[in-house]
């Protein structure tokens, strides 16, 4: 039975399929500059344009066709050069033709009987990944997001310093301490709260002005620990943080978790991809020597949304702290060898193929081509902070790019002559960012992130991912910030 | 930049979207039953016909459409009639087009400021589904897999109790007990040890032999619990199990919950989609008593892979509970109502568009046209009861059927005189479904699940969700079942 509903229709199924392909088609294929990046309106007001309500009866294809060009037109263009708002932008088309492909097959990636295509492909680009961080030998599995990798890497941590933790919980093991930077990205937080933890048991090590960990005070927060009556037992690297894209001392820590029999974990969802880059590889100097890495590919890469890998040197360990032996999918009976069914070594029972997109676009690109492109974003924001240094209304955060993020503020005119220090001052720099973004976001030009950070007050923090920009769209955004710092400035009243 | 490799190809990028396109729009479009439902092949044979190696250089589109149509064929066609496998099947087209429209628009769930019509679509099919549910008023967030909505329950529960868990951690809150059935899904012992709760904290329920649990044993269980030093703090009421598609009674439960103010959470991953049915809705009679829902909608309802949905009554815990308040992506002092962002709800980062493929889907079909799917699906089941009640070489585990599943056994003809409760009559009795099911992998015809349960041996479990199956193609399975069991009793020696 096709049981949808059995309303006259203008439209049959395919020939909506074909429209709405159409229209898909052509978003992924045309300038993206072309379009508008984003038709921004308050909630209310777009309420009133979509067709929200759910009713008894259903609708035609018809009305499925507005819906969908709705939607298109509301929404935002991420793929616009100058969306450079998150730390993911302009989809890979090969890559998104994967995850049509593996949306289509509709399968789980929990066992080989109804995922084997997916499970050999997932095998094996985990497997190329591994090598690139320089594990011989490793464990590893796709994740929904970047926060459950960080996480997968707290839980194994836990179990493998305490196997029985499994069993017995937290409450009868010793307290035991997570350090990190006090910029590592806000998973971890989420993590030691889920995990039970609970936050007291994080130790955020301070870090310089770049972002990036003072070795002293880690050895200090580890005497803080014990002092507190935790053992120190997990340690987070960052490999590109969320902010400023500072990379911590992987090599360094490695040589303190040895000597506290501590695991290290490197938190590389964002910075990951320069271990494509023989220019930038160094930035993760050490990254073999940790227990576990966490890789997110949507982001620089360009991946379709979200294709996040977690990896550990431990081998079995994932299946060994995650498995619950589910007889009514992992059978020990099958006529296959049972050790291709992966679902033990996660947490999920259902599982997204994630793997296939990244492969068929890594098969198209190859390491080189991957390589060019993490180069080519990476020049775009020196580009940018070059440019930038250039100019008198711009104050940059770090002087020498760290990576793909840029932080600086633009100063008014009218602030040039005052008091940095004074509180006026601050105050009004601080609407600055708000200001600019309101205006791009209304005029639909330009998306760019701002925030806090320490005295800091709010800053424009600039991230680019795998782009259609340019030179040109770098200029252009500058030119943006510009013009509407100018209107901000010609506003100010004192 | 387009960074694709700068090689030649025959075939330009918009002529390999448009041929694997029309690659899966057949696959999508023709009859399901056209196509052979696997090619099982063992993994080493399989490898070899996948050029898995990922190179230096990249590949041409050529090459990449050869992949594509090698993955396609070589994958399990899950919207065959006869893929009775597991909780999901045939995927609705339109939720299909709902999935391939968010992936083309490569964006993140966590911000209305990156999602704005995404928002606002989550909020309005969550919003109707709490309405089915009961809850007047509710928060509701779409997550990756069943399995984390049911750890989202633990964690608020344990949360709602303690709210200071989420800072001092499990060490330092007493040691609370969690209540379920033994035929709950292992989520649950994967969601107690992830979350550090730990195995031992989990009291089971002892089940009747329909699978629903035992009140009495609840109420021993408590007791249990109390006398180890646990507190009665989690209630986990089942709708519909994996196995056999039991419904727990959730009005009793929520009573005892009441008396020792235990959070009741109902797992209706598998069962919440009879809520939309007239005739069903009572197997969730007092749902709108409990304090959490966990609902798939991947399942029956055949929305595509995977879409799961997770509600709780108390407004605001999810936030309170989850919150990190990153400050570089949820600032307070945006252009628009910050309530609409929803990443703070979530345990997750990024978070992938669920809502959509599930809301387009639904506004095609409207409640009736769902309503009538769910129905179809359960006359289905209970017409294979029914069928299998009139032979006599099949005995079924539970005579009435509760949901989708069917557990069954299929008795040789050499063992119909043999003592039931000798070791050869069980030894050989196991064998038969790991025999069957071989048989159909590898011939390609019918794929279905089978298991060990308690002292039961292997049977078989037929489950079925939105489907191209009809009466005819049951009799199809209950042929193929009879066929292969023949097969096997005449390969049986003494």
Redesign the interface.
């Known amino acids: 039975?096709?049981?949808?509903?059995q309303m006259k229709d203008n439209t049959n199924?395919?020939e909506?399929?074909?429209c709405?392909?159409n229209k898909?088609?052509k978003?992924?294929?045309e300038p993206k500059s072309k379009r508008r990046l984003s038709k921004?309106?308050?909630?209310d007001s777009?309420?009133e344009q979509?067709n929200?309500?759910?009713?008894?009866?259903?609708?035609d294809?018809d009305?499925?066709l507005s819906?969908?060009d709705?939607?298109?037109q509301?929404?935002?263009n991420?793929?616009h050069p100058l969306f450079l708002?998150?730390l993911?932008g302009?989809?890979d088309?090969?890559s998104?033709?994967g995850?049509?492909?593996t949306?289509?097959?509709?399968?789980?990636q929990y066992t080989?009987?109804?995922?084997?295509?997916?499970?050999?492909?997932e095998n094996?680009?985990l497997k190329?990944m591994s090598l690139k961080i320089g594990y011989n030998d490793c464990d590893a599995i796709f994740c929904?997001?970047?926060?459950?990798s960080n996480?997968y890497a707290l839980?194994l941590a836990r179990s493998y310093k305490y196997p029985n933790?499994?069993?017995?919980?937290?409450?009868?093991i010793p307290?035991i301490a997570i350090f990190l930077s006090e910029q590592a990205?806000?998973?971890f937080?989420?993590?030691?709260?889920?995990?039970?933890?609970?936050?007291?048991?994080m130790y955020k090590i301070r870090c310089g002005e770049n972002g990036i960990i003072i070795m002293d005070d880690f050895k200090l927060k580890i005497k803080k620990a014990q002092e507190d009556g935790y053992e120190p037992a997990i340690v987070i690297a960052v490999a590109g943080t969320?902010?400023t894209g500072a990379f911590d001392p992987i090599r360094e820590m490695s040589q303190v978790c040895k000597q506290y029999n501590m695991w290290l974990h490197v938190d590389a969802c964002h910075g990951g991809c320069a271990l494509l880059s023989t220019k930038y590889k160094h930035l993760l100097d050490g990254i073999e020597l940790s227990d576990s890495v966490a890789w997110n590919c949507?982001k620089i890469l360009g991946a379709?949304?979200?294709c996040c890998a977690f990896f550990t040197c431990h081998k079995t360990l994932l299946k060994r702290?995650?498995s619950?032996?589910?007889?009514?999918?992992f059978?020990t009976?099958?006529?296959?060898?049972v050790s291709?069914d992966t679902g033990d070594s996660s947490?999920?029972?259902?599982?997204?193929v994630d793997g296939?997109k990244l492969?068929?676009m890594?098969?198209?690109?190859?390491?080189?081509?991957l390589e060019?492109?993490v180069d080519?974003i990476l020049s775009l924001a020196e580009y940018l902070t070059n440019e930038l240094g250039k100019k008198s209304h711009f104050k940059i955060l770090i002087p020498k790019p760290q990576y793909v993020n840029v932080c600086f503020w633009y100063i008014p005119e009218k602030l040039c002559e005052m008091d940095q220090n004074s509180e006026q001052y601050k105050d009004i720099l601080s609407k600055v960012a708000?200001y600019v973004?309101?205006k791009m976001?209304?005029n639909g030009t330009c998306?760019v992130?701002?925030?806090?950070?320490y005295t800091h007050v709010?800053f424009f923090?600039f991230v680019i991912s795998?782009?259609?920009a340019?030179l040109e769209s770098i200029d252009m955004f500058i030119n943006l910030i510009e013009k509407y710092g100018e209107e901000f400035n010609s506003e100010i009243n004192f």
Chains 1, 2 share one sequence.
């Open positions: 039975m096709n049981s949808s509903s199924e395919k909506f399929i074909n709405v392909y898909l088609v978003y992924i294929t921004f309106q308050q909630p777009l309420k979509l929200l309500q759910l009713d008894k009866e259903g609708q294809y009305t499925l819906i969908c709705t939607v298109i509301n929404s935002v991420t793929g708002n998150q993911f302009k989809i088309n090969v998104l033709i995850t049509w492909l949306s289509a097959l509709n399968t789980s080989f009987e109804v995922a084997p295509v997916f499970t050999l492909i094996s680009i190329h929904p997001g970047g926060s459950i996480m839980n933790v499994k069993t017995v919980g937290m409450n009868n307290k990205h806000y998973s937080s989420k993590g030691a709260s889920f995990l039970g933890f609970g936050l007291n048991a969320t902010v949507h379709a949304f979200q702290t995650h619950a032996s589910a007889t009514y999918l059978q009976d099958k006529c296959y060898d291709y947490i999920q029972c259902g599982r997204v296939f492969w068929l890594w098969k198209r690109e190859g390491d080189l081509g060019k492109r080519y708000p973004k309101r976001m209304t998306m992130g701002y925030q806090p950070l709010n923090r795998h782009t259609l340019s």
